[in-house]
């Protein structure tokens, strides 16, 4: 099996390509990149103002390397600073890499790495409508929690998601 590599992101270099997989992660996600874009159509930068800001808390953003090129992006860490869980916002691998075995080493890394930062428990938010994501997080030890209806304060939720649980 090809080893993958997780290095952190460097936004001055891969912003585009950030937003390329944020975008598609979407339209995989819910059938479209609509609500990424968001109502003002400057999704893209929102998405790379709120990844410049994750530097200031206990998170991660890496790009996933297998030889010399890109396949994926992760982005995970402390959601809220009173939470006692460490949460993954993304998990993503191009399309021609889907299915190829690699999405064990995503999460065996993100696993290590939430545990790095004290974390004893993780979550993290699927749609519902991804067979095949909850398909594997399934496989890999994720619990189902149940579906999320109040997504937080002056955040109306534009889908159903699942959320997910996994003890480290």
Request: overall charge neutral; proline content about 5%; some cysteine.
């Amino acid at each position: 099996m090809a080893q993958l590599a997780f290095l952190p992101i460097n936004l001055d270099l891969h912003s585009e390509l950030c937003i390329k997989f944020r975008a598609d992660s979407y339209f995989e996600s819910f059938g479209t990149d609509k609500p990424f874009w968001g109502d003002d159509g400057e999704g893209d930068k929102h998405y790379l103002n709120w990844l410049r800001t994750r530097s200031e808390k206990r998170y991660g953003i890496f790009h996933v390397w297998l030889n010399q090129e890109i396949v994926g992006q992760l982005e995970l860490g402390e959601r809220k600073s009173d939470d006692d869980f460490g949460y993954v916002n993304l998990y993503y691998l191009v399309p021609e890499w889907r299915g190829q075995g690699l999405s064990s080493q995503l999460d065996r890394f993100a696993m290590n790495f939430l545990k790095s930062l004290g974390f004893s428990k993780v979550k993290l938010a699927v749609s519902p409508t991804n067979p095949r994501a909850i398909q594997f997080y399934k496989k890999n030890g994720w619990q189902d929690l149940g579906e999320r209806v109040e997504p937080g304060p002056g955040r109306p939720l534009k889908f159903s998601l699942m959320i997910l649980e996994k003890t480290l």
